[in-house]
Protein backbone atom coordinates (compact mmCIF):
# COMPACT_ATOMS: atom_id res chain seq x y z
CA UNK A 1 0.00 0.00 0.00
CA UNK A 2 1.43 3.20 -0.56
CA UNK A 3 1.99 6.14 1.65
CA UNK A 4 4.16 8.37 -0.12
CA UNK A 5 0.74 10.46 -0.83
CA UNK A 6 1.24 13.96 -0.55
CA UNK A 7 4.27 13.46 1.89
CA UNK A 8 3.67 17.25 3.76
CA UNK A 9 0.39 16.18 5.29
CA UNK A 10 1.37 16.37 8.74
CA UNK A 11 3.13 19.01 8.32
CA UNK A 12 0.16 21.21 7.23
CA UNK A 13 -1.53 19.57 10.73
CA UNK A 14 1.29 20.94 12.55
CA UNK A 15 0.59 24.33 11.28
CA UNK A 16 -3.25 24.72 12.21
CA UNK A 17 -2.42 22.68 15.86
CA UNK A 18 -3.11 24.11 19.03
CA UNK A 19 0.09 24.29 21.14
CA UNK A 20 2.44 21.36 22.41
CA UNK A 21 2.84 19.50 26.26
CA UNK A 22 5.39 19.02 27.82
CA UNK A 23 6.64 15.79 27.58
CA UNK A 24 9.62 15.44 25.27
CA UNK A 25 10.74 12.94 22.78
CA UNK A 26 14.18 12.30 21.40
CA UNK A 27 14.24 10.59 18.17
CA UNK A 28 17.78 8.64 16.50
CA UNK A 29 18.25 7.17 13.28
CA UNK A 30 21.26 5.41 12.78
CA UNK A 31 21.59 2.56 9.76
CA UNK A 32 24.13 0.10 8.68
CA UNK A 33 25.14 0.97 5.29
CA UNK A 34 27.88 0.01 2.67
CA UNK A 35 31.21 1.33 3.97
CA UNK A 36 32.78 3.70 1.53
CA UNK A 37 36.27 2.80 2.40
CA UNK A 38 35.89 -1.04 1.79
CA UNK A 39 33.80 -4.32 2.21
CA UNK A 40 31.07 -4.77 4.69
CA UNK A 41 28.68 -2.30 6.28
CA UNK A 42 29.13 0.53 8.73
CA UNK A 43 26.76 1.99 11.15
CA UNK A 44 25.99 5.97 10.21
CA UNK A 45 23.56 8.21 11.48
CA UNK A 46 21.15 9.83 9.23
CA UNK A 47 20.84 13.79 8.93
CA UNK A 48 18.13 16.20 7.57
CA UNK A 49 15.25 13.42 7.80
CA UNK A 50 11.88 14.36 8.89
CA UNK A 51 10.21 12.54 11.89
CA UNK A 52 6.61 12.96 12.76
CA UNK A 53 5.15 12.25 16.22
CA UNK A 54 1.27 11.39 14.81
CA UNK A 55 -1.61 10.52 17.51
CA UNK A 56 -3.24 8.48 15.00
CA UNK A 57 -2.15 5.13 13.14
CA UNK A 58 -1.59 6.70 9.51
CA UNK A 59 -1.31 3.08 8.05
CA UNK A 60 -4.83 2.31 9.43
CA UNK A 61 -6.25 5.39 7.52
CA UNK A 62 -4.76 4.32 4.10
CA UNK A 63 -5.60 0.98 4.32
CA UNK A 64 -9.54 2.05 5.33
CA UNK A 65 -9.29 4.36 2.78
CA UNK A 66 -8.26 1.73 0.30
CA UNK A 67 -10.67 -0.57 1.37
CA UNK A 68 -13.72 1.93 0.82
CA UNK A 69 -12.11 2.87 -2.58
CA UNK A 70 -12.69 -0.79 -3.67
CA UNK A 71 -10.18 -0.65 -6.66
CA UNK A 72 -6.41 -2.43 -5.18
CA UNK A 73 -3.33 -0.40 -6.10
CA UNK A 74 -1.34 -1.45 -9.17
CA UNK A 75 0.76 -3.80 -8.29
CA UNK A 76 4.44 -4.01 -9.32
CA UNK A 77 4.61 -6.78 -11.89
CA UNK A 78 7.02 -9.53 -10.96
CA UNK A 79 8.71 -9.50 -13.78
CA UNK A 80 9.79 -6.24 -13.73
CA UNK A 81 10.55 -6.71 -9.73
CA UNK A 82 13.02 -9.57 -10.54
CA UNK A 83 14.58 -6.67 -13.21
CA UNK A 84 15.11 -4.41 -11.14
CA UNK A 85 16.66 -6.77 -8.35
CA UNK A 86 19.08 -7.21 -11.26
CA UNK A 87 19.92 -4.21 -12.20
CA UNK A 88 20.89 -3.52 -7.83
CA UNK A 89 22.96 -6.82 -7.94
CA UNK A 90 24.99 -4.96 -11.43
CA UNK A 91 24.92 -1.85 -9.02
CA UNK A 92 26.40 -3.75 -6.52
CA UNK A 93 29.30 -5.37 -8.27
CA UNK A 94 30.39 -1.96 -10.30
CA UNK A 95 30.49 -0.38 -6.73
CA UNK A 96 32.76 -3.14 -4.87
CA UNK A 97 35.05 -3.26 -8.39
CA UNK A 98 35.07 0.69 -8.20
CA UNK A 99 36.00 0.70 -4.61
CA UNK A 100 38.59 -2.36 -4.79
CA UNK A 101 39.87 -0.22 -7.88
CA UNK A 102 39.93 3.15 -5.88
CA UNK A 103 42.23 1.01 -3.15
CA UNK A 104 44.80 -0.45 -5.87
CA UNK A 105 45.09 3.04 -6.84
CA UNK A 106 46.23 4.60 -3.44
CA UNK A 107 48.09 1.55 -2.73
CA UNK A 108 50.44 1.98 -5.77
CA UNK A 109 50.44 5.68 -4.78
CA UNK A 110 51.96 4.75 -1.25
CA UNK A 111 54.71 2.07 -2.93
CA UNK A 112 55.93 4.39 -5.81
CA UNK A 113 56.17 7.05 -2.79
CA UNK A 114 57.87 4.91 -0.54
CA UNK A 115 60.04 3.75 -3.50
CA UNK A 116 61.41 7.50 -3.81
CA UNK A 117 63.49 6.71 -0.38
CA UNK A 118 65.49 4.74 -1.57
CA UNK A 119 68.04 3.45 -4.49
CA UNK A 120 67.26 1.39 -7.04
CA UNK A 121 69.90 -1.21 -6.57
CA UNK A 122 68.96 -1.58 -2.41
CA UNK A 123 67.04 -4.62 -1.29
CA UNK A 124 64.66 -2.71 0.03
CA UNK A 125 63.30 -1.19 -3.69
CA UNK A 126 63.59 -4.31 -5.37
CA UNK A 127 60.96 -5.59 -2.49
CA UNK A 128 58.23 -2.63 -3.50
CA UNK A 129 59.11 -3.06 -7.15
CA UNK A 130 58.18 -6.45 -7.17
CA UNK A 131 54.94 -5.46 -4.51
CA UNK A 132 54.20 -2.69 -6.78
CA UNK A 133 54.32 -4.73 -10.34
CA UNK A 134 51.43 -7.36 -8.23
CA UNK A 135 48.91 -4.28 -7.48
CA UNK A 136 49.53 -3.26 -10.86
CA UNK A 137 48.39 -6.05 -12.53
CA UNK A 138 45.39 -6.86 -10.79
CA UNK A 139 44.89 -2.66 -10.98
CA UNK A 140 44.72 -3.11 -14.40
CA UNK A 141 42.10 -6.17 -14.58
CA UNK A 142 39.96 -4.43 -11.98
CA UNK A 143 39.70 -1.19 -13.88
CA UNK A 144 38.53 -3.02 -17.09
CA UNK A 145 35.96 -5.01 -14.56
CA UNK A 146 35.02 -1.94 -13.64
CA UNK A 147 33.94 -0.48 -16.86
CA UNK A 148 32.40 -3.84 -18.58
CA UNK A 149 29.95 -3.65 -14.89
CA UNK A 150 29.39 0.02 -15.72
CA UNK A 151 28.03 -0.69 -18.82
CA UNK A 152 25.93 -3.86 -17.55
CA UNK A 153 24.77 -1.71 -14.85
CA UNK A 154 23.62 0.95 -17.06
CA UNK A 155 22.18 -1.19 -19.87
CA UNK A 156 20.25 -3.16 -17.84
CA UNK A 157 19.04 0.32 -15.66
CA UNK A 158 17.44 1.40 -19.28
CA UNK A 159 15.93 -2.01 -19.66
CA UNK A 160 13.68 -1.09 -17.02
CA UNK A 161 13.50 2.74 -16.88
CA UNK A 162 9.60 3.12 -19.25
CA UNK A 163 7.62 0.50 -17.24
CA UNK A 164 8.61 1.53 -13.90
CA UNK A 165 7.60 5.14 -15.33
CA UNK A 166 4.45 3.56 -16.49
CA UNK A 167 3.79 2.02 -13.19
CA UNK A 168 4.97 4.86 -11.12
CA UNK A 169 2.23 6.72 -13.11
CA UNK A 170 -0.22 4.11 -12.64
CA UNK A 171 0.12 4.17 -8.87
CA UNK A 172 -0.40 7.97 -8.25
CA UNK A 173 -3.83 8.07 -10.36
CA UNK A 174 -4.54 5.23 -8.23
CA UNK A 175 -3.87 7.50 -4.74
CA UNK A 176 -4.83 10.41 -5.89
CA UNK A 177 -8.48 8.96 -6.27
CA UNK A 178 -8.35 6.53 -3.61
CA UNK A 179 -6.93 8.91 -1.04
CA UNK A 180 -8.84 12.08 -2.07
CA UNK A 181 -9.95 14.12 1.08
CA UNK A 182 -7.39 11.96 3.23
CA UNK A 183 -6.15 15.32 4.76
CA UNK A 184 -10.21 15.95 6.31
CA UNK A 185 -9.66 12.36 7.67
CA UNK A 186 -6.12 13.03 9.19
CA UNK A 187 -7.72 16.19 10.61
CA UNK A 188 -10.65 14.24 12.32
CA UNK A 189 -8.71 11.50 13.54
CA UNK A 190 -6.28 14.34 15.56
CA UNK A 191 -9.54 16.17 16.61
CA UNK A 192 -10.71 12.76 18.27
CA UNK A 193 -7.48 12.02 19.90
CA UNK A 194 -7.27 15.17 21.92
CA UNK A 195 -3.46 15.27 20.60
CA UNK A 196 -1.39 17.12 18.26
CA UNK A 197 1.21 16.36 15.51
CA UNK A 198 4.82 17.44 15.29
CA UNK A 199 7.36 17.40 12.88
CA UNK A 200 11.25 17.82 13.46
CA UNK A 201 14.70 16.75 11.56
CA UNK A 202 17.16 15.15 12.47
CA UNK A 203 20.95 17.08 12.83
CA UNK A 204 24.26 16.25 11.97
CA UNK A 205 24.23 13.12 14.50
CA UNK A 206 20.77 11.48 13.58
CA UNK A 207 19.19 13.38 16.62
CA UNK A 208 15.62 15.10 16.54
CA UNK A 209 15.15 16.48 19.77
CA UNK A 210 13.50 20.45 20.79
CA UNK A 211 10.63 20.44 18.74
CA UNK A 212 9.37 16.62 19.75
CA UNK A 213 7.17 18.36 22.94
CA UNK A 214 3.56 16.22 22.94
CA UNK A 215 1.17 15.74 25.59
CA UNK A 216 1.16 11.66 27.48
CA UNK A 217 -0.71 9.44 24.84
CA UNK A 218 -0.42 7.18 22.19
CA UNK A 219 1.46 8.61 19.09
CA UNK A 220 2.92 6.50 15.81
CA UNK A 221 6.78 7.79 15.36
CA UNK A 222 7.07 8.32 11.55
CA UNK A 223 9.90 8.64 8.87
CA UNK A 224 11.00 7.46 5.93
CA UNK A 225 14.52 7.25 4.43
CA UNK A 226 14.93 6.45 0.41
CA UNK A 227 17.24 4.25 -0.90
CA UNK A 228 18.43 3.40 -4.67
CA UNK A 229 15.10 0.98 -5.27
CA UNK A 230 13.57 0.69 -2.14
CA UNK A 231 13.24 2.83 0.95
CA UNK A 232 12.57 1.91 4.43
CA UNK A 233 9.27 3.07 6.61
CA UNK A 234 8.80 3.44 9.94
CA UNK A 235 5.15 3.52 11.76
CA UNK A 236 6.41 2.82 15.52
CA UNK A 237 3.89 2.79 17.85
CA UNK A 238 4.63 4.42 21.33
CA UNK A 239 3.06 5.33 24.49
CA UNK A 240 4.16 8.90 25.93
CA UNK A 241 4.07 9.01 29.75
CA UNK A 242 5.53 12.25 30.73
CA UNK A 243 8.66 12.76 33.19
CA UNK A 244 12.00 12.09 31.60
CA UNK A 245 12.31 12.35 28.23
CA UNK A 246 11.67 9.44 25.88
CA UNK A 247 14.19 8.30 23.52
CA UNK A 248 13.41 5.80 20.55
CA UNK A 249 15.69 4.90 17.73
CA UNK A 250 14.92 4.22 14.26
CA UNK A 251 17.05 1.31 12.63
CA UNK A 252 17.01 -0.92 9.76
CA UNK A 253 15.50 -3.64 12.68
CA UNK A 254 11.75 -1.72 13.85
CA UNK A 255 11.58 -0.30 9.73
CA UNK A 256 9.64 -2.25 7.12
CA UNK A 257 11.46 -1.79 3.39
CA UNK A 258 9.31 -1.60 0.74
CA UNK A 259 10.08 -1.00 -3.37
CA UNK A 260 9.78 2.07 -4.86
CA UNK A 261 10.08 3.16 -8.37
Given at each position: MRRRFLPFALTLLVAVATACGPSEVIVTVELDLPNPDGEGTVIRPI???????????????????ATA??????????????????VRAAQEEWQQLQTRWG???DTLQKITEAMDGYSR?????????????????E???????????????????QGTIRQSDSIRILQDNWADE??????????????????????????????AR?????????YWVHARYEQAYSELYWNVPITVEGGDPMTITLTRANAQERPIL
Open positions: ADLEVQLVPFDRDQVFDSMFGTPEPPIPAELAAAREETLRGEAAYVALFREFQDFDAYGTVERSVDRAFERFTELQAFAGFFDVFAAKQRASGLTAVVDTTDASGLGNLMVKPGM
